[in-house]
């Protein structure tokens, strides 16, 4: 309704229901950006949350669209790494990770089954990670590694 109704097709905030729609009382034009860019910020806090101990893909997606599948593409997080994923039928397909920076990067766990397969420029390997626990990946600038939900 935000966009539809209170946005002009530039992208601008502008304080009423231009489109007389029905919303809100308002009517008015007035531009301003701060709306928009907060809506913004709360859509991407809700598909990756990096509160500066671990990065978490997903942490406050609605289960309807969880269930319906919702993914992102490099959406940049602490340390100069593009993080991008997808949800599908309520689980996480995949994670990738590119070094914008070199640096060592925490991920929050969010496969179940307790297995996770790492794909790096080094190969591929299995690692232990049950659903919540962390995973330390270290890369290099320009690497890029992919985990996904093991077998």
């Known amino acids: ?3 539809d109704y209170l946005c002009l097709p530039n992208g601008f905030h502008c304080n009423g229901d231009y489109k007389h729609g029905g919303i809100t009382i308002y009517r008015y034009r007035p531009v301003t950006l701060e709306s928009n860019m907060f809506a913004m910020a709360a859509l991407e806090d809700m598909l990756l949350g990096d509160n500066g101990d671990a990065i978490e893909v997903f942490p406050a997606i609605p289960a309807s669209l969880a269930r319906r599948g919702v993914s992102f593409e490099r959406l940049r997080a602490r340390g100069a790494v593009l993080v991008s994923s997808r949800i599908q039928d309520g689980r996480v397909a995949y994670i990738t990770l590119e070094a914008a ?5 925490v991920v929050k766990c969010p496969f179940d089954g ?3 397969q790492q794909e ?4 591929t390997v299995t690692l232990s990670c049950a659903s919540g626990d962390v995973i330390s990946v270290t890369l290099k600038p320009g690497e890029t590694v992919r985990l996904t939900p093991a077998g």
């Open 120 to 123: 790096s420029p080094n190969g």
């Open 114 to 116: 307790g297995r996770v």
């Open 101 to 105: 920076a070199g640096g060592t990067f």
């Open 1 to 3: 309704l935000f966009a």
